[in-house]
């Protein structure tokens, strides 16, 4: 930090000298232009006329036949999210067909990453994406559709026993992913870069914000998806009907925290944003019930396997123990769900007081 005096120029004008190594920097001329911009704060941000252009940072990540499986897709996801430029991964001989398969899959999964020379050794990325042109409010908004749309034909497919509409919803993770990645690289960026910020027109504490929402927004996909999943593995499977109207009364419960909660987030709602926090108890009874229904279950399926034992008094379970191992699994995502949803309904909070008070 530097501080300089104001010096009096003719009757009215206010005059302080600038940095000789801003000037060198931003090689300032006689005649050119400076932009001022004028903070919430009553501070002033400078910019030259031409801003200075930034060299292309790259990354080099090295492979070996002894790297451990999943570093270099991990690796890659970090140099993406860092925003560089050129990301070059070189392997001490060649790349095995595992790093090969590794490495292009999730290529293939983040947004604006493009391959543009390869051989057996290296492999050369450039990122295309300009982050200033994409509309965040909107990316977000759009991952919550696919992660609603997920949830809800996960619970669809469970009372219906669609096999076909489960795995649809496996599918579609991806797609949040993707959107996950993308919008945190974005929200990184912000945070280090001001005119990224100022071009997208967003605060550095919203930044903040976002980040908390998306996060959850892919949790509860990730759940989503992992319902979708034990689903396909009760296949058709009979469940007892007292469970499953309870299944879906606690997901019906949880699918409207994480709407409402979604919709205050959008919308600075704190009533809509507080009642999704309070509806969030409700699962607490249902809950109860849902784990004395599972106990029940458990000690019925040990008595029939007690009855029927096979090989020298060794407890065989079998398909009816995995079926209430999986409905187990259900409740706890669909109960995730709603925590996540309730996380977001906090935020929403937050960020309508903090727009409440950068107004006053």
């Given at each position: 930090?530097?501080?300089?005096?104001?010096?009096?120029?003719?009757?009215?004008?206010?005059?302080?000298?600038?940095?000789?190594?801003?000037?060198?920097?931003?090689?300032?001329?006689?005649?050119?232009?400076?932009?001022?911009?004028?903070?919430?704060?009553?501070?002033?941000?400078?910019?030259?006329?031409?801003?200075?252009?930034?060299?292309?940072?790259?990354?080099?990540?090295?492979?070996?036949?002894?790297?451990?499986?999943?570093?270099?897709?991990?690796?890659?996801?970090?140099?993406?999210?860092?925003?560089?430029?050129?990301?070059?991964?070189?392997?001490?001989?060649?790349?095995?067909?595992?790093?090969?398969?590794?490495?292009?899959?999730?290529?293939?999964?983040?947004?604006?990453?493009?391959?543009?020379?390869?051989?057996?050794?290296?492999?050369?990325?450039?990122?295309?994406?300009?982050?200033s042109e994409l509309d965040i409010h909107k990316g977000i908004?759009?991952?919550?559709?696919?992660?609603?749309?997920?949830?809800?034909?996960?619970?669809?497919?469970?009372?219906?026993?669609?096999?076909?509409?489960?795995?649809?919803?496996?599918?579609?993770?991806?797609?949040?992913?993707?959107?996950?990645?993308?919008?945190?690289?974005?929200?990184?960026?912000?945070?280090?870069?001001?005119?990224?910020?100022?071009?997208?027109?967003?605060?550095?504490?919203?930044?903040?914000?976002?980040?908390?929402?998306?996060?959850?927004?892919?949790?509860?996909?990730?759940?989503?998806?992992?319902?979708?999943?034990?689903?396909?593995?009760?296949?058709?499977?009979?469940?007892?009907?007292?469970?499953?109207?309870?299944?879906?009364?606690?997901?019906?419960?949880?699918?409207k925290v994480y709407q409402n909660a979604i919709t205050a987030?959008?919308?600075?709602?704190?009533?809509?944003?507080?009642?999704?926090?309070?509806?969030?108890?409700?699962?607490?009874?249902?809950?109860?019930?849902?784990?004395?229904?599972?106990?029940?279950?458990?000690?019925?399926?040990?008595?029939?396997?007690?009855?029927?034992?096979?090989?020298?008094?060794?407890?065989?379970?079998?398909?009816?123990?995995?079926?209430?191992?999986?409905?187990?699994?259900?409740?706890?995502?669909?109960?995730?769900?709603?925590?996540?949803?309730?996380?977001?309904?906090?935020?929403?909070?937050?960020?309508?007081?903090?727009?409440?008070?950068?107004?006053?």
């Amino acid at each position: 930090m530097e501080a300089r005096k104001v010096m009096v120029l003719g009757k009215s004008s206010r005059v302080v000298a600038l940095p000789k190594r801003w000037v060198d920097m931003h090689n300032i001329k006689k005649g050119d232009k400076i932009i001022f911009v004028m903070q919430e704060d009553g501070s002033l941000v400078m910019y030259p006329r031409t801003p200075i252009e930034k060299k292309p940072e790259t990354i080099e990540i090295k492979v070996n036949p002894q790297t451990e499986k999943g570093l270099l897709e991990r690796q890659l996801i970090a140099a993406y999210l860092n925003n560089y430029s050129v990301i070059k991964v070189k392997a001490e001989k060649f790349f095995n067909s595992e790093q090969q398969m590794e490495l292009r899959n999730r290529l293939r999964k983040l947004t604006g990453l493009q391959i543009v020379e390869a051989s057996s050794s290296e492999i050369i990325i450039q990122n295309l994406l300009e982050l200033s042109e994409l509309d965040i409010h909107k990316g977000i908004h759009r991952a919550h559709l696919i992660t609603s749309s997920m949830f809800r034909d996960a619970i669809k497919a469970f009372e219906r026993r669609d096999l076909d509409l489960a795995n649809s919803v496996l599918n579609l993770d991806e797609d949040v992913n993707q959107f996950y990645f993308l919008i945190m690289k974005q929200l990184r960026c912000s945070l280090v870069d001001k005119s990224l910020r100022d071009a997208l027109e967003i605060s550095p504490i919203e930044c903040i914000d976002y980040m908390l929402v998306m996060q959850r927004i892919e949790h509860i996909a990730d759940h989503a998806k992992l319902i979708a999943g034990d689903v396909i593995e009760i296949g058709e499977e009979e469940i007892p009907q007292e469970i499953t109207e309870l299944i879906l009364s606690a997901a019906n419960i949880a699918f409207k925290v994480y709407q409402n909660a979604i919709t205050a987030f959008f919308m600075g709602d704190v009533k809509l944003a507080n009642h999704a926090i309070n509806l969030r108890e409700e699962l607490k009874e249902l809950k109860t019930n849902a784990r004395k229904l599972f106990e029940h279950r458990i000690i019925t399926l040990c008595q029939e396997a007690a009855s029927n034992m096979q090989s020298e008094g060794c407890i065989i379970f079998g398909t009816k123990e995995r079926v209430n191992l999986c409905l187990n699994d259900i409740l706890d995502s669909i109960e995730r769900i709603a925590d996540y949803g309730t996380d977001i309904a906090e935020v929403a909070i937050d960020k309508a007081l903090e727009q409440v008070q950068s107004k006053d």
